[in-house]
């Protein structure tokens, strides 16, 4: 498997400076909340992913912040930004993630996405339900139960 983990120590990364959905977060916070990970290699990545490891499901980034310091125990892993430099790379990237969810023994592997067509589409097209509709985001919900081998 070409899925890594970004090295907490690493304080800067151009490539997090490519989010399409949340720009605005800066790597030190990222790091704060949960690993990130990216598939292929550190310079050239396929695909990246930003998660947050909580005890629930957020509705919005102020709730996954107040979420992650309730102190209680983490079970869902959160994903709250992807996207992809190549063809397939965000749907690769997604089943690691969520192989690793299981690895991990997570109960919850949940999306934290824009309420855009192209998410939605993703999401579905990926095996996601849609969990819940936020005022601005939406949850989807991945499968935890088997281990994905499909490419």
């Known amino acids: 498997m070409m899925f890594s983990k970004l090295d907490e120590r690493i ?14 977060l800066r790597l030190t916070w990222r790091h704060s909340v949960g690993p990130i990970f990216y598939r292929g290699s550190f ?4 695909a990246i992913v930003c998660t947050a490891l909580l005890p629930g ?15 209680q125990e983490e079970t869902v892993v959160c994903a709250y930004t992807v996207w992809s430099y190549k063809p397939r790379g965000g749907r690769k990237i997604i089943f690691d993630l969520r192989d690793w969810a299981i690895d991990n023994n997570y109960e919850k592997l949940v999306t934290l996405s824009p309420q855009t067509d192209m998410a939605h589409k993703f999401h579905i097209n990926n095996g996601a339900w849609l969990l819940r509709e936020n005022q601005d985001t939406r949850n989807y919900e991945y499968d935890l139960l088997q281990k994905s081998f499909i490419f």
Do not use: A, G, M, N
């Not at 304080?11 to 605005?24: M, S, Y």
């Not at 310079?43 to 396929?46: A, I, T, Y």
């Open 57 to 71: 499901i957020p509705k919005s980034v102020q709730h996954l912040i107040d979420l992650k310091y309730t102190r």
């Open 43 to 46: 310079d050239d990545p396929e």
């Open 11 to 24: 304080d800067d990364w151009k490539r997090i400076d490519d989010d399409p959905v949340r720009p605005e």
